[in-house]
């Protein structure tokens, strides 16, 4: 299996993500939904996700990757459906819930199955690579479903975007090589002790907080900048333009991520990563030109677009041999909790104070994350 066909599968599922997202906020605003409402539909993405990440990570260790990543793609058409058959809240929460389920086990797996393709040597470009091609995808996905909104309306976007992962399906039915190997396993009781060692093991522990408030950082952003881009009275389009200069920083910072790691190392990488996110945040609630906001995003793009792929490295090579799959649904697991927690929390706060303050505690949360890197 070539790790530019893995790619191109990433791309194709990446970028209806990111789409769905935007397509989810502003369907909402649409709707009539509040700040609360919209941050428990962010929470609703990511609440299966944390119940089933460590089981999808233990399912891609044990039986392979290429079940989990059929599944997962096939789930998450389905669930883009859905507001097109009913268009309402309720089904955007529905159709959170099943896209949230679906791409947890194409996600551990896809993941796992870059760390299986990559040598000790190469890690770090492929990594990089994977990065890369999640920057491409969350440039398109909100390009794509801003422009479709204006052009489509909401409910059509989101059909059209629910081919994307057929794609992937097709490309994977394809491969037959694609996750020929098999993990072995001991009994549940095994694991359960494995789990509370990947825990005890302090770099690992520090890695998969750190990803936690990078992948919730950038989360948030992909949400709360299409209600902040209301608010001032960007178009949809002009919105979608935004969260693109986002997605482009990161793909710029990714291509000279592996020099910066081999001359800086990537603890140190990592921690100014997030200390320019942080300082790119605090902007944010001042400016209200869509020009400019697209230059701050662009800066917070490249502060934070080495993170993801950073801290995903890491924890595939501080994770123990032979469990790699369960430390990726370990740090998932976490990320959604933290994805679940933090949108009601700054729901709460932008329904009672508007959306300012959401960008400040994000600049703080940032800071206590590049905190948290820099200490051995």
Not at 114 to 132: A, K
Not at 280 to 303: E, K, Q, V
Request: aromatic letters at 10%; a positive charge; hydrophobic letters at 50%.
């Amino acid at each position: 299996m070539s790790i530019y066909v893995v790619l191109l599968i990433i791309l194709c599922n990446m970028t209806c993500w990111r789409a769905s997202k935007v397509l989810a906020t502003l369907f909402a605003i649409e709707l009539g939904a509040t700040q609360f409402h919209i941050g428990i539909l962010v929470a609703v993405y990511s609440l299966f996700p944390m119940l089933l990440a460590l089981y999808a990570g233990k399912l891609s260790d044990r039986l392979g990757v290429r079940l989990p990543m059929i599944a997962g793609s096939i789930g998450l058409s389905v669930g883009l459906t859905l507001p097109w058959f009913l268009p309402s809240l309720a089904a955007l929460y529905a159709s959170a819930a099943l896209i949230g389920a679906s791409h947890v086990f194409y996600n551990v797996s896809v993941q796992n199955l870059v760390g299986m393709l990559s040598g000790p040597e190469g890690r770090t470009r492929n990594f990089s690579n994977y990065g890369l091609t999640m920057s491409t995808g969350s440039f398109f996905g909100p390009l794509i479903a801003g422009f479709s909104i204006d052009h489509f309306g909401h409910a059509s976007s989101y059909l059209y975007i629910a081919g994307a992962p057929l794609i992937s399906v097709a490309i994977i039915l394809l491969a037959r090589t694609l996750g020929s190997g098999w993990g072995k396993r001991g009994a549940e009781e095994e694991h359960a002790r494995h789990v509370k060692e990947l825990i005890g093991n302090k770099p690992l522990r520090r890695t998969l907080l750190t990803g936690a408030v990078v992948l919730t950082g950038t989360d948030l952003f992909q949400f709360y900048m299409p209600i902040y881009g209301h608010s001032v009275g960007l178009t949809a389009s002009a919105i979608g333009v935004v969260l693109a200069m986002f997605a482009a920083a990161s793909f710029v910072v990714r291509l000279v991520m592996p020099a910066l790691v081999k001359r800086w190392g990537a603890d140190l990488v990592l921690t100014a990563s997030l200390s320019i996110g942080a300082i790119s945040y605090l902007a944010f609630p001042w400016i209200a030109d869509p020009r400019l906001l697209s230059t701050i995003a662009f800066f917070l793009g490249l502060g934070m677009g080495c993170g993801q792929p950073l801290t995903l490295m890491l924890i595939y090579d501080r994770a123990p041999r032979g469990r790699s799959g369960e430390a990726i649904g370990l740090r998932m697991t976490l990320n959604n909790f933290t994805h679940i927690v933090m949108p009601l929390f700054f729901g709460s706060l932008g329904t009672a104070f508007g959306v300012a303050p959401v960008f400040v505690a994000n600049a703080f949360m940032l800071a206590g994350g590049g905190w948290i890197s820099h200490r051995k």
